[in-house]
T-cell receptor, first 118, second 110 residues
């Protein structure tokens, strides 16, 4: 069984460019989450999507960041006009149902996409 | 964002010792409390989880203790091994996104 697949694993961008990070959830999972990880800051929640719908985007910066999870294809986290402060590891997770439900609410994480902004 | 506070930030334990990591939360609507383990260069993976209707859950060498009235929960790793050296995150949810603590880096010395 394939787990959560993220690509690219490493991405280098210059300031002002766009970064697109892709996430294919575990087969059969319709709930997707994006987290950002910085050293000594843990995993910061960004956005929670369920097929074509944004459920919770309370952790998403208001500008330059957007996320989608279309009916077909992977979830995309898009960062426009990147700045050095965007350099981080971005993790995607998926679950079969909403978090916490017995047996189906476990979040499975990908191995992350590491963005470096020069 | 609702917070989950985790301590200590780092921990060094001798092989065979007990590792204890603590977390505290504020939101009484939280009803699921998992612990995740992360190795360098990898994504976090679920280690063990508990719901507030029980005070303790044990899986092998890993135990979660839960104190609902104090709004605190902790992870105990018995007979700690060098292979347990990793970053541990507590988390909580009320059915929406998982909110994570800042993590504890555990080093088990041989």
């Amino acid at each position: 069984n394939a787990g959560v697949m993220q690509n690219p694993r490493h991405l280098v961008r210059r300031r002002g460019q766009e970064a697109r990070l892709r996430c294919s959830p575990v087969k059969g999972h319709s709930h997707v989450y994006w987290y950002r990880q910085l050293p000594e800051e843990g995993l910061k929640f960004m956005v929670y999507l369920q097929k074509e719908n944004i459920i919770d985007e309370s952790g998403m910066p208001k500008e330059r960041f957007s996320a989608e999870f279309p009916k077909e294809g992977p979830s995309i986290l898009r960062i426009q006009q990147v700045v050095r402060g965007d350099s981080a590891a971005y993790f995607c997770a998926s679950s079969q149902t909403k978090p916490g439900l017995a047996n189906t609410g476990e979040l499975f994480f990908g191995e992350g996409s590491r963005l470096t902004v020069l | 964002q609702q917070q989950v506070k985790q301590s200590p930030q780092s921990l060094i334990v001798q092989k065979g010792g007990i590792s204890i990591i603590n977390c505290a939360y504020e939101n009484t609507a939280f009803d699921y409390f998992p612990w995740y383990q992360q190795f360098p260069g990898k994504g976090p993976a679920l280690l063990i989880a508990i719901r507030p209707d029980v005070s303790e859950k044990k899986e092998g060498r890993f135990t979660i203790s839960f104190n609902k009235s104090a709004k605190q929960f902790s992870l105990h790793i018995m007979d700690s091994q060098p292979g347990d050296s990793a970053t541990y995150f507590c988390a909580a949810t009320a059915g929406t996104a998982l909110i994570f603590g800042k993590g504890t880096t555990l080093s088990v010395s041989s």
